[in-house]
């Protein structure tokens, strides 16, 4: 009797592994085709992105070049709207292509040198090479510093040239 519940569960067993060990289905989307998240996310989709801030970094001192980050929420209407602003605007995307390290961010980082006067979305902050938090390059706003909207296409420009400039003049 023992000896047929041993075989019993060492089939189970066996059955198991084996289910355990197959391909696992692909995750297909219901409802039509996903559309593949880039690093991106639709700021520039042919701009070069970094995927970590530690990486960001390591490229703004290895290539001389000031970094760019962006906090921003997918989901929120004034990301979404700096985002399209941002996209389009092709003095920007052509500064960020030859000068700049960029990284956007969906999340907080641990550096809270990124968050001089809180976290809010969206932010733009400046980093130069030696890893130098720009908190003097700012925005309109003086309860949010670093919020950029549209209609502030242009000052963001004029602060990435600033980014560029000090660069030059202080490192």
Same mark, same amino acid.
């Given at each position: 009797?023992?000896?047929?519940?041993?075989?019993?569960?060492?089939?189970?067993?066996?059955v198991?592994?084996?289910?355990?060990?197959?391909?696992? !289905?692909?995750? /297909?989307?219901k409802?039509?085709?996903?559309?593949?998240?880039?690093?991106?996310?639709?700021?520039?989709?042919?701009?070069i992105?970094?995927?970590?801030?530690?990486e960001?970094?390591?490229?703004?001192?290895?290539?001389?070049?000031?970094?760019?980050?962006?906090? %921003?929420? !997918?989901?929120? #209407? %004034?990301?979404?709207?700096?985002?399209?602003?941002?996209?389009e605007?092709?003095? /920007?995307?052509?500064?960020?292509?030859?000068?700049? /390290?960029?990284?956007?961010?969906?999340?907080?980082?641990?550096?809270? %040198?990124?968050? #001089?006067d809180?976290?809010?979305?969206?932010?733009?902050?400046?980093?130069? #090479?030696?890893?130098?938090?720009?908190?003097?390059?700012?925005?309109?706003?003086?309860?949010?510093?670093?919020?950029?909207?549209?209609?502030?296409?242009?000052?963001?420009?004029?602060?990435?040239?600033?980014?560029?400039?000090?660069?030059?003049?202080?490192l």
């Open positions: 009797m023992i000896r047929g519940l041993l075989s019993v569960l060492l089939v189970l067993v066996a198991a592994v084996s289910s355990s060990l197959a391909k696992p !289905e692909k995750n /297909i989307a409802r039509g085709k996903r559309i593949p998240q880039t690093l991106s996310r639709g700021w520039g989709d042919q701009l992105w970094a995927q970590t801030y530690e960001a970094l390591y490229w703004a001192r290895a290539q001389n070049k000031p970094l760019m980050v962006i906090f %921003h929420l !997918e989901d929120c #209407p %004034h990301s979404a709207s700096m985002k399209k602003a941002f996209a605007d092709k003095d /920007i995307q052509k500064v960020l292509d030859e000068d700049f /390290i960029i990284l956007n961010l969906v999340y907080e980082t641990t550096d809270k %040198h990124l968050s #001089p809180g976290q809010y979305v969206p932010r733009i902050i400046f980093v130069d #090479p030696s890893m130098t938090v720009r908190a003097d390059i700012t925005g309109r706003y003086s309860n949010r510093m670093y919020a950029y909207e549209p209609s502030d296409i242009q000052l963001l420009l004029s602060n990435m040239q600033k980014a560029k400039k000090l660069l030059k003049t202080e």
